[in-house]
């Protein structure tokens, strides 16, 4: 078994910061609406950007900006049909359908790049969604198919579809321009889709200022993070350490008095096993008639 690489303990870190930020969303949520928090996040953490790399900003060229907008639509997407759809359907079969990504990647990896994964890495990938479905509860795949469902259905794909984006993207250019481009695309199109869902602006209050701003500031470090890893990092090894996401969620609502269930405990084991098994590297076969050392 490898240890893991630098790019790698990048994206464990990234899991530990979503994972961390499930409590603030939920309380930031009680002050304003969901595209605006979103709009505010993402227009923040590209504002951030844009200061923080506005020399490199001044070489951008069409190849970022492309890779920078087609990765900021997938973001938009994702949160904004993942929010659609938990107006209709529970958070535990949200979070189950939102969890169907994790065997897409894979699978998109194989059609799109010609990379099928090794077998460990479809050992890892079981392991994850089975952890994932324990974790969604025992209510994730109970009732009909209707609009929610399809909407967060897609909201997988979106998911699915920024893993792969960033993996084919995050060669084109520098990974500073193109995550300024995404983060101020994503913020601007929740912004933009706020009188479409007819939300409203929300009276002020320091709670959605001070997560808006530290949840958009953490955001650019994160997406700036995964452009950069994921230049060696495989979409579907990605994948698997992305699945540790809702494990650190758990850990941190625990440690703030949220109940933690016993299946919640086996499936946090499940994507723990999971991530370890894609790991594994099995020995070639030997030809028949070769020659061993």
Known sequence: MNLPSRQELALMAITLFWGGTFLIVHVTLRHCGPLFF?????????????????RALRRINLAEMGAGVAIGITIWAGYTLQTYGLQTISSSRSAFLTALYVPIVPL??????????????????????????????????????????????????????EIMLISRCAMLGDSRRITVVQLLVAGLLALLAMPV???????????????????????????????????????????IIYAGEPV???IVGRMAGDPLPVTSVLG??????????????????????SDEE
């Open 38 to 54: 979103v709009g505010l996040r993402f227009m923040t953490a590209g504002l951030i950007g844009s200061v923080v790399f506005h």
């Open 108 to 161: 998109l990896q194989w059609i799109v790049l010609r990379r099928p994964p090794r077998l460990m890495n479809w050992v890892g990938i079981g392991l994850a969604f089975g952890g994932l479905m324990l974790l969604a509860g025992t209510g994730a795949t109970q009732g009909g198919f209707g609009r929610g469902e399809w909407a967060t259905v897609l909201c997988a794909v979106s998911v699915a579809a």
């Open 248 to 250: 650190w969620g758990g």
């Open 197 to 239: 869902a007819g939300e409203r602006l929300p009276a002020f209050s320091w709670i959605w200022v001070a997560g808006g701003i530290g949840l958009g500031a953490g955001s650019m470090l994160v997406q700036l993070a995964m452009n950069w890893a994921q230049k060696a990092v495989s979409p579907t090894r990605a994948t």
């Open 268 to 289: 946090a084991g499940c994507i723990v096993a999971g991530v370890l098994a894609s790991e594994i590297r099995l020995p070639a076969r030997s030809k028949p008639g």
